[in-house]
């Protein structure tokens, strides 16, 4: 059985940072891509960071953009997104999820396996 648990959320002012983590279980993690998406309140999901299976692409989107590095750890099965100068409009609940394909793309369509979330609140 395929588990995603996100773990790292929490409450943070505006301009500081927090790292997420993703736990994988029962799939060859190494071959998967892994994402991240987010969800605000009222909000559709929405792509945040992708990393192919070797590690070697990475892509973003432009909201995040220099401010959060997403990475991965083969031998702990574990995704990884550091997020610097948080924003109050960073606020949602973010999630991992993986890609057996993996293309790592911006889709939530592209991925197989969903983690349920941790909340992450910036104050202003």
């Known amino acids: 059985q395929v588990q995603l648990v996100e773990s790292g959320g929490g409450l943070v002012q505006a301009g500081g940072s927090l790292r997420l983590s993703c736990a994988a279980s029962?799939?060859?993690?190494?071959?998967?891509?892994m994402g991240w998406f987010r969800q605000a309140p009222g909000k559709e999901r929405e792509f945040v960071a992708a990393?192919?299976?070797?590690?070697?692409?990475?892509n973003y989107a432009d909201s995040v953009k220099g401010r959060f590095t997403i990475s991965r750890d083969t031998a702990k099965n574990a995704v990884y997104l550091q997020m610097n100068s948080l924003k109050p409009e960073d606020t949602a609940v973010y999630y991992c999820?993986?890609?057996?394909?993996?293309?790592?793309?911006?889709?939530?369509?592209?991925?197989?396996?969903w983690g349920q979330g941790t909340s992450v609140t910036v104050s202003s």
């Open positions: 029962g799939l060859t993690f190494s071959i998967f891509a």
């Open positions: 999820a993986a890609d057996r394909m993996g293309r790592g793309t911006s889709l939530p369509s592209s991925y197989d396996y």
């Open positions: 990393i192919s299976w070797t590690g070697g692409s990475t």
